[in-house]
C-alpha cells in the first residue's frame, strides 16, 4: 500500500469514511458472529482506532514479525482452537459474504477446509482453483491437479476451517497456507471443498492504492447512485459539489471550488478555492491546495498518488 501505508495498516484505511476493518466486523455481526479475533503486524495502533466501535468482542494478536499466510492463523491458535470450524478472512477487502451459506456448505462436505471462490475474470492474473461436481477441490493453480475439474474461480481470502487444519500445518513459525497446508492436504486424499459467491455480490479488495480508489468509487456508485450526492451535516461546503460524490463529516470544500463527479472527500478534508476534484479520493484529513487538478489521483496528508 505504499505510500499510503506509511502510518496505517492497510484494513485501517477507509472506504466511504469507514476502515475496512470495521467494515468486515459489522458485516460478520449482522449475520451472528459473536467474537472476532484480529491479527496485527504493521501499525496495530491504526487497527486498534478502527475497531474501537466494534460491534462484537475483539481478540488480539500480534505479529512483531511476519509469519505469512499460514503462520498467521497457526499464532492465534490459542483462541481458535477447540469443537467448532473457525472463518479465517483477509483483512484488506470489502465484500458481501453469507455466512451461513458458506459455512453450511463446509459442514454438508465434511471438509477440512472450505475456500470461498467467484468466478472472475482477475482468476487469469492471480491463478485459479478448479473444483469438481460436487464442488470439492481438484486444483490450486499449477501447483497440484488430481483432475475432474468442472469449474474454477478466483480465491477471495475467506475459508472456514476445521480445528484439525492445526494438525497439518508446519511447526515452523512462519509458513505460507497454500503450499504447506492446501496442496499436502489434497495429495493425502483429505477433502477441500469450495463455495463460490454469487456473481451479484460484492468483493472490493483494498490491497494497493489503486485497488483503495477503485473501492471508494465503486462504493461510491452503490451508495449515491450516477448522480447522487451525500454530504454530512457537519461538513463545510461554499464550493460546488456535482455527484456522484461523498463529502465526510468535517470536511472543507472552499468558495471556487469544485468536487466531482465521482470524487469522494473524506473526513475532516480539506479542498482549496479553486480546485478541481473529479474522479479522486480525498483521504482523511488530507490538504488539496487551492488551484490543484486533482483527477485519477488520491490525497493523502499533503501527498498525491496518481492513477497512472
Known sequence: MAPLGRSLAKPALPVLDVPVALRLVRALAEQGVSRVVVNTHAHPESLHRALADAPVPVDWVEEPELRGSGGGV??????????????????????????????????????????????????????????????DVRRITERVDLGGEKGSGLFIGVQVMEPAIFARM????????????????????????????????????????????????????????????WI?????????????????????????????????????????????????????DSHVPPGTQLSRAIAFGDEVWRHE
Not at 176 to 185: G, K, Q, R, T
Not at 195 to 217: I, K, M, T, Y
Not at 237 to 254: L, S, T
Request: charged letters at 25%.
Open 74 to 135: 497457526r499464532g492465534a491458535r490459542d483462541l481458535l482452537d477447540g469443537d467448532e470450524p473457525f472463518l479465517v478472512l483477509n483483512g484488506d477487502m470489502c465484500l458481501e459474504l453469507d455466512v451461513g451459506a458458506l459455512v453450511g456448505r463446509h459442514r454438508a462436505r465434511g471438509a477440512l477446509v472450505t475456500l470461498a471462490l467467484r468466478d472472475d475474470h482477475r482468476k487469469r492474473e492471480f491463478g485459479s482453483i478448479g473444483y469438481d461436481a460436487q464442488g
Open 170 to 229: 508446519p511447526t515452523s513459525a512462519r509458513f505460507e497456507i497454500i503450499p504447506e497446508v492446501w496442496v499436502p492436504a489434497l495429495q493425502a486424499g483429505l477433502r477441500v471443498a469450495s463455495w463460490v459467491q454469487p456473481s451479484g455480490a460484492r468483493w472490493w479488495p483494498v490491497g494497493s492504492p489503486r485497488e483503495l480508489f477503485d473501492a471508494n468509487l465503486a462504493a461510491l456508485d452503490a451508495t449515491v447512485g450516477a448522480t447522487g450526492v
Open 232 to 284: 454530512d451535516p457537519s461538513a463545510r461546503v461554499a464550493g460546488e459539489v456535482v455527484g456522484p460524490a461523498w463529502v465526510g463529516a468535517g470536511a472543507e470544500i472552499a468558495a471556487g471550488a469544485r468536487v466531482g463527479p465521482r470524487a469522494v472527500v473524506s473526513r475532516g478534508a480539506r479542498v482549496g478555492a479553486e480546485a478541481r476534484v473529479e474522479q479522486a479520493l480525498v483521504l482523511t
